[in-house]
């Protein structure tokens, strides 16, 4: 991308960029070989492990703190003229790469429709679905609590 690109691709990078790092490994793996494998690309910045602070707010909204740290892999690669970039939660180097390479080729305008339809979609409705059972489980334990007035007596 360059210095001068429109909100809107910023905001749909960060988008698939959410859904490759949520997606699991096998579920990339499966997507180059619909797409017809893993094409010709550089390693700028090999993969790379370390951890990042994750913070909380507490209430959701309110001062922030630090929670804890979180494992991260990170890989940086060029496929054709495009740099493509990953941050995935934990180790699996093999994801943080191929979660790269996705980032590149969906930056390139021409193949970026094919690529949304064929992976970002899929992964993105997968992972909504799997939020929404979660979401519907969470919801059928929760307690309602309420207070009987009772008149004078």
């Not at 054709?80 to 934990?90: P, Q, T």
Request: proline share 3%.
């Amino acid at each position: 991308m360059t210095g001068s690109a429109a909100p809107d691709e910023f905001s749909d990078r960060k988008r698939w960029m959410s859904v490759l790092g949520r997606a699991e490994r096998g579920q990339l793996e499966d997507a180059f070989e619909r797409l017809g494998g893993i094409p010709d690309h550089s390693v700028l910045k090999a993969e790379d492990t370390g951890t990042v602070m994750v913070e909380g707010r507490a209430g959701g909204g309110g001062r922030r703190f630090n929670l804890g740290e979180a494992t991260v892999t990170r890989c940086v690669v060029k496929a054709g003229d495009r740099v493509g970039v990953s941050y995935a939660m934990g180790r699996d180097k093999r994801k943080a790469r191929l979660a790269a390479v996705l980032d590149a080729l969906l930056q390139d305008e021409s193949r970026r429709p094919a690529i949304e339809a064929e992976v970002i979609a899929p992964l993105e409705a997968r992972q909504r679905e799997i939020r929404d059972v979660a979401s519907r489980k969470a919801a059928a334990t929760k307690v309602e609590f309420f207070t009987l007035v009772r008149g004078d007596a």
